[in-house]
T-cell receptor
Framework: SAVISQKPSRDICQRGTSLTIQCQVD?????MFWYRQQPGQSLTLIAT?????????ESGFVIDKFPISRPNLTFSTLTVSNMSPEDSSIYLC????????????FGSGTRLTVV | AQSVTQLGSHVSVSEGALVLLRCNYS??????LFWYVQYPNQGLQLLLK??????LVKGINGFEAEFKKSETSFHLTKPSAHMSDAAEYFC?????????????FGRGTSLIVHP
């Protein structure tokens, strides 16, 4: 399965600022996924990022708040913009292995605290 | 549409006791089913999966799960709990949609192991 390097692993940010999270995959993948895991909650899909096209956002998430870049088949970034304390969460990137039949591989997550 | 219900946000067992984490799903097509584990401050790790074939699947760390179509269940078990099993466990279901198999996650069950 793929190996994902995600950074930063954690950060504490001031409200109103932005944070960019990076994910690097050790193999080429068509789609990358970004999830949010709020405290005590399950994973919520933010968006799907395809190389060469705009990301597809799930209901409740918008590009202005969570801009995503996907410059090539091994890399993606998620930016959390104009942060508020409600954005404090764990953010995870993920890729699917063999059309999802082998499951999904996750990065180690970015624990974001907004103060 | 697909959904996952995990019964019990917390399960507490003694070391050496049986572990049973419950998962029920709904899916309009034959699903793929997964269990993931999340240790503190880490990303998700795939424990086991069911796609096709044998309904009893074995995973890492002595865990196994049985797909029961008639009961729409995929409960996770381990005969003897170990302290190192303490973690958050997520059940997930995925089914083909637009060429992808994006999973839907349950809310998670926190496994607590007492000495």
């Amino acid at each position: 399965s793929a190996v994902i390097s995600q950074k930063p692993s954690r950060d504490i940010c001031q409200r109103g600022t932005s944070l960019t999270i990076q994910c690097q995959v050790d193999s080429q993948v068509t789609m990358m996924f970004w999830y949010r895991q709020q405290p005590g909650q399950s994973l919520t899909l933010i968006a799907t990022a395809n190389q060469g096209s705009e990301a597809t956002y799930e209901s409740g998430f918008v590009i202005d708040k969570f801009p995503i870049s996907r410059p090539n088949l091994t890399f993606s970034t998620l930016t959390v913009s104009n942060m508020s304390p409600e954005d404090s969460s764990i953010y995870l990137c993920s890729v699917e292995d063999l059309r999802g039949e082998l499951g999904y591989t996750f990065g180690s997550g970015t624990r974001l605290t907004v103060v | 549409a697909q959904s996952v219900t995990q019964l019990g946000s917390h399960v507490s067992v003694s070391e050496g006791a049986l572990v049973l984490l419950r998962c029920n799903y709904s899916s309009s097509v034959p699903p793929y089913l997964f269990w993931y584990v999340q240790y503190p401050n880490q990303g998700l790790q795939l424990l086991l999966k069911y796609t096709t074939g044998a309904t009893l699947v074995k995973g890492i760390n002595g865990f196994e799960a049985e797909f029961k179509k008639s009961e729409t269940s995929f409960h996770l078990t381990k005969p003897s709990a170990h302290m190192s099993d303490a973690a958050e466990y997520f059940c997930a279901v995925s089914a083909p949609s637009g060429g992808s198999y994006i999973p839907t996650f349950g809310r998670g069950t926190s496994l607590i192991v007492h000495p």
